[in-house]
């Protein structure tokens, strides 16, 4: 059983979204059409207002896990736009959505690595290097087994893919 929410009975007051899958894998598309009134929080939005630059740092992590718990107590939802293929990352967002008394879900996007290197190929010197997107594409056969035993309320897995010039995103797992 790939979720455990009844999606019968209303969704608590606030939710805690957490995306899950490597740099270029249709995350941040998947959140576009699908977020509706919750906040976005992203390692891009801490990169582009801090003077760390374009490589990636724990600290951009780390700051976003410092907003998010105050979001969730004020009682708005939020959404995490980050690879999340850490497991310890994994355990920060369930330990801080509990402590908020949050409704948790994790949205893994598979996506094949081809895909993804194309997609960050594109960015150009914007794009995350490709050792990077390999280490996170390598965790995800362990984080997708991991995953369903962590705790997740909710989990949905999508797939993207390209067709021709469009990016087309197939839901494998119940709707939220």
Request: hydrophobic letters at 35%; glycine letters at 6%.
């Amino acid at each position: 059983m790939l979720s455990r929410y009844d999606h019968r009975m209303t969704l608590r007051d606030v939710t805690l979204t957490i995306m899950c899958g490597p740099p270029g894998a249709g995350k941040s598309y998947w959140i576009a059409r699908n977020r509706t009134t919750e906040e976005l929080l992203s390692t891009e939005m801490v990169r582009r207002m801090s003077a760390i630059g374009r490589r990636s740092s724990p600290n951009q992590l780390a700051g976003i896990k410092l907003l998010a718990p105050d979001l969730l107590r004020q009682g708005r939802s939020v959404i995490v736009d980050a690879c999340s293929t850490k497991i310890q990352d994994r355990r920060d967002w369930l330990t801080i959505a509990r402590f908020a008394s949050a409704h948790t879900r994790i949205v893994i996007v598979n996506t094949d690595l081809s895909t993804c290197l194309t997609r960050q190929a594109e960015r150009g010197t914007s794009g995350v290097p490709e050792p990077i997107i390999r280490q996170h594409a390598d965790r995800m056969p362990h984080a997708a087994t991991l995953i369903p035993l962590e705790g997740w309320e909710d989990i949905v897995t999508v797939t993207c893919r390209v067709e021709g010039s469009r990016t087309v995103s197939t839901r494998t797992s119940p709707n939220i």
